[in-house]
């Protein structure tokens, strides 16, 4: 029974697990093909909410329906699913509080009401200090497009750096692509100053965190250096870069990212291709129909309005631009209503139609104050200027004249201010830079010099160990031939001691024959003086052979010895038996006492017999004969 229990339980658990893992793995897939392939996205949504378990599932589930609902243009649905999110949202889990307001941001962003989007991101900031950087980052970088479409252009720039700085200190892959999209974002912001030169500088750093297989970022930012260039003047190679563009996003999935780069194209072409223009506009005007996206349709309306008006074909162009309006309306782009307005006006203007053209010059006018851009102003006020002059309306005339004189001025002085501002912000970013690139060269040779030192200490460390092993071994093997001398010289004494053990027993057997050697020296006393017969009789005893076995053991022992011996005899000498036995004897380190105890003899007997012996051999001069014969 428990059994069964147990692994009820267990199957119970791995049900669950898997069912856990199955939702994460949907969850990974539905994020990943959102933006890319949404009918496969829409599979993967729809099999996640029967995986729901957890609070943390649902706030995924959520979020991602308010992505989902987003992307299908289904702003209500969105906001409901982002309200349920919150429903179910952990105040301790950042990672997902961050992607929550986030999301909310955007949805105001949707709406257009940038202001209280930046208001709630700000608020969630101000409130919460979050552990990753990255998340801040993701954040700021809403925050600064927000900035933009406000046209804050500064505060735009600020936020855009802030997210640089955030992303300084996460290298990771999620981190370097957002870098990727900010340092984007920073070039086109000062490409709208018109600060072409710091545009270029962030478009090159955002090309050092590209990775090698993200076509989109390769070509969204060739198409952002494009525009920059052809701004600059540089036109022929911006249209290199539009084209290079284009065909990395004609193979991919980005529609709405090649319909931008087929209207910047057509827009660089206008001055020298105006045939290509056309092309280029219209592919813009057909792409972004099927998406359904108004506000690059309408530009590429204008941009088909323009070529109409530079080909002389007024009512074309009128016809094209008026056709722009609802469009920009519904995305209420006020710079752009104003653009339209100028280019009906301009085109009325040269129809001669001065009541129209007075119209729309006043709607533009009137627009361009409300988004404060002096630029429109300048331009509005002059054509306004112009149309009154022709109508001979002189005191209007000269009124707008008055502002357009005005406004041109403080734009030329506002630009001086810009520049040395934009030189500003461009100098601290230069000095930022070095500092970091100084940090880091600084850092990396702090780095070398740690593992300088960790190398060498290594190196002197093992050569410690080695000196150490080599003592060691040094000592052992000292100590092993220590013990090995030892062994031989009490294997030396041993036989030493049988040797002269076994000369004892020889001379001791002389012993029985001393009374006949002395009766001898009795009887012939008077006739010898007595040593000169004990040197004879010795003699005779030493050539007897049962002496010699004391010879023949000892060169078991030491062999060679004789024949080295013999190998230093000086010519015409040779080794007797009693030579043999008296070098053994030498050999064996014995004193003349000693030696002449073992052969019962006097010592004087000893001394005139190894005389005799020594002058047999030829010797070294510096080394006596005893050591020389114990030598060998």
């Not at 993200?214 to 250096?225: F, G, I, P, V, W």
């Not at 016809?319 to 469009?327: A, D």
């Not at 012996?613 to 010797?619: A, I, P």
């Amino acid at each position: 029974m428990k059994k069964n229990i147990l692994l009820n339980l267990f199957f119970l658990l791995g049900v669950a697990s898997y069912g856990q893992e199955t939702f994460k793995h949907y969850d990974t897939l539905f994020r990943d093909n959102v933006m890319t392939d949404f009918d496969l996205a829409t599979v993967y949504f729809r099999k996640q909410k029967r995986l729901i378990k957890t609070d943390n599932d649902r706030v995924d589930y959520y979020l991602n329906a308010m992505a989902f609902y987003r992307r299908s243009s289904m702003h209500d649905s969105a906001k409901i699913s982002i309200l349920k999110a919150g429903k179910y949202l952990d105040a301790k889990d950042q990672m997902r509080q961050t992607d929550y307001y986030r999301l909310l941001g955007k949805i105001y962003r949707d709406e257009n009401d940038f202001k209280k989007s930046n208001e709630v991101m700000l608020g969630f900031l101000k409130r919460t200090k979050l552990k990753r950087p990255y998340w801040e980052a993701s954040l700021q970088n809403l925050i600064a497009n927000n900035y933009n479409s406000l046209e804050q252009y500064d505060k735009a720039i600020q936020s855009g750096l802030k997210v640089k700085e955030l992303l300084a200190k996460d290298h990771t892959e999620e981190a370097n692509h957002l870098q990727v999209i900010n340092y984007t974002f920073l070039g086109n912001v000062f490409e709208v100053k018109s600060d072409y030169d710091s545009s270029l500088y962030y478009f090159d750093r955002a090309s050092e965190y590209i990775e090698p297989g993200d076509t989109l970022s390769l070509a969204r930012l060739k198409s952002s250096m494009a525009v920059t260039l052809s701004l600059s003047g540089d036109t022929i190679k911006a249209i290199g870069y539009y084209r290079r563009s284009i065909q990395i996003l004609e193979k991919t999935s980005y529609k709405i990212h090649l319909v931008h780069a087929y209207y910047n194209l057509g827009d660089a072409y206008l001055s020298s291709k105006p045939d290509s223009a056309l092309y280029f506009m219209k592919k813009a005007n057909v792409l972004s129909e099927q998406m359904d996206y108004p506000l690059i349709r309408a530009y590429a309306l204008q941009g088909i309005g323009r070529w109409y008006f530079d080909a002389g074909e007024t009512d074309s162009s009128i016809y094209y631009n008026e056709l722009s309006i609802p469009f920009l309306e519904q995305v209420q782009h006020t710079v752009g209503l104003v653009r339209a307005r100028m280019n009906l006006a301009e085109s009325y203007y040269e129809r001669k139609e001065e009541k129209k053209a007075l119209e729309h010059a006043r709607w533009a006018y009137s627009l361009s104050h409300t988004v404060d851009t002096p630029k429109m102003i300048e331009e509005s006020s002059h054509l306004l200027s112009r149309i009154f002059h022709k109508q001979g309306a002189l005191d209007s005339s000269i009124f707008y004249s008055d502002i357009y004189h005005r406004v041109k001025d403080s734009l030329m002085n506002a630009d001086v201010l810009n520049r040395v501002r934009e030189l500003n912000i461009k100098y601290d970013t230069k000095l930022k830079d070095e500092e970091n690139s100084r940090l880091a060269i600084e850092l990396e040779r702090e780095q070398l010099e740690s593992r300088f030192w960790i190398v060498t200490f290594i190196m002197i460390l093992v050569l410690l160990i080695g000196i150490l092993a080599y003592f060691y071994q040094k000592t052992r093997t000292q100590k092993q031939k220590l013990l090995l001398r030892q062994k031989q010289i009490e294997q030396e004494k041993i036989h030493r001691d049988l040797l002269l053990g076994r000369l004892k027993e020889s001379m001791s057997a002389l012993q029985s024959k001393n009374e006949l050697i002395t009766a001898l020296e009795n009887d012939r006393i008077f006739e010898e003086d007595q040593e000169t017969v004990s040197e004879r009789l010795i003699e005779k005893l030493l050539d007897r052979d049962d002496q010699m076995q004391f010879v023949v053991e000892f060169e078991l022992v030491y062999q060679g010895f004789f024949d080295r011996l013999r190998e230093h005899l000086k010519e015409g000498e040779s080794l007797s038996k009693n030579d043999q036995r008296l070098s053994a004897l030498v050999k064996l380190n014995l004193s003349n006492k000693e030696i002449a105890e073992i052969l019962f003899i006097s010592p004087n007997s000893v001394k005139k017999a190894k005389s005799r012996l020594f002058t047999k051999l030829e010797h070294p001069i510096d080394v006596s004969t005893g050591d020389f014969i114990r030598s060998l």
